[in-house]
């Protein structure tokens, strides 16, 4: 069944936000790791693990809906 | 920054501020102002709770099947919209959810669209109230992955398909569910804030059609986000079904 307009509006920008928390979460948690520790490398290593975190999700929710349409 | 006081919040203020220290001070919480402790956004989430329990209070003894009010109309459209959302995105199992899901969506649409009325504001432009939703969400979704899977078949999940790559999987799994009430709690805050804004920015430029055009667009926003806020929550608990329930819908 197609999805009206506004639904896939909603899907869509519901997407835009999933990269930038992702990545802003892996940080924070580096940082205050790093805090915690007293090391100064700790940020990086989840920042990228945050980024890795953010397009996970989105492939998942690409994967995802690419099924649905069965395609 | 004192905030601008709305006349509801000056009324609460003005007649239970004792009554707000009080709740405050089980929080072990103090407010910024002692004498002045309710917030706009706490004034108007309890407004926007005692409009949505007189609305179906009022509704529940007129519902009927042969001659149904356009208030019946209105909220049969959302629970069958709702209903059939949560069959597409969790499967036969989603309707479960439904009492939680329909609530946060009437909630969160309410407290969205109770901003256009002039003398009120959205709570929901403050970043606590979304927060709370989103935190409640994070809470919800992980205690039916635990109650539905059991500890360890949910915690299963995190380690991801391949042994091996569960060093690399469980912290990225653990930042990538922590994003989620983030990106809830921003999407919502900033939209509705955005909205809240260009109005107003428009209203100190003229007053003549331009200010209304931004008001329908914020009546948009409100229901597309009070629209994603509970898709995504479907979203997040249709990872808790049990993968056999929710494949074969």
């Known amino acids: 069944m197609k999805k009206p307009f506004v639904v896939l509006v909603g899907e869509y920008t519901s997407l835009a936000f999933l990269l930038p928390a992702a990545t802003c979460v892996g940080y924070v948690i580096g940082y205050f790791l790093d805090k915690k520790f007293g090391t100064h490398y700790l940020y990086l290593v989840f920042l990228l693990l945050g980024i890795a975190a953010g397009f996970l999700q989105l492939i998942r929710r690409l994967l995802r809906d690419s099924g649905e349409n069965g395609s | ?249």
């Not at chain 2, 919480?29 to 706490?42: I, Y």
């Not at chain 2, 959810?97 to 309410?110: A, D, K, N, R, S």
């Not at chain 2, 931004?214 to 409100?222: A, E, P, R, Y």
């Not at chain 2, 009070?226 to 819908?249: C, D, G, K, N, R």
């Open chain 2, 1 to 249: 920054m004192p905030e601008h006081e709305i006349w509801l919040t000056r009324l609460f203020n003005d007649h239970l501020a004792g009554l707000g220290s009080w709740v405050l001070s089980l929080a072990n919480a103090n407010a910024e102002n002692p004498a002045r402790p309710w917030a706009n956004f706490v004034t108007m989430q309890l407004l926007v709770a005692a409009i949505i329990l007189v609305l179906f209070a009022v509704l529940r003894p007129r519902l009927s099947m042969d001659r149904p009010g356009t208030l019946q109309h209105v909220l049969e459209v959302i629970y069958s919209f709702l209903h059939s959302e949560s069959r597409d995105n969790i499967g036969h199992e989603g309707p479960r959810f439904l009492p939680f899901v329909g609530t946060l969506f009437i909630f969160i649409l309410f407290c969205n669209l109770i901003g256009i009325i002039p003398g009120f504001e959205s709570p929901t432009q403050t970043p606590s109230v979304p927060a709370g939703c989103a935190i409640l969400v994070f809470v919800y979704y992980n205690f039916m992955g635990f109650k539905q899977q059991g500890i360890f078949r949910y915690l299963a999940h995190f380690a991801g398909p391949v042994w091996w790559l569960a060093p690399f999987m469980i912290p990225i799994e653990i930042i990538s569910h922590m994003a989620r009430p983030l990106s809830l709690t921003i999407r919502l805050f900033a939209n509705m804030l955005a909205g809240e804004q260009v109005t107003v920015v428009f209203l100190g430029l003229t007053y003549l059609v331009v200010p209304a055009v931004f008001m329908g667009l914020h009546v948009f926003v409100s229901f597309l986000q009070a629209y994603i806020f509970v898709l995504l929550t479907m979203m997040y608990l249709s990872e808790t079904v049990p993968h056999e329930q929710h494949e074969s819908h």
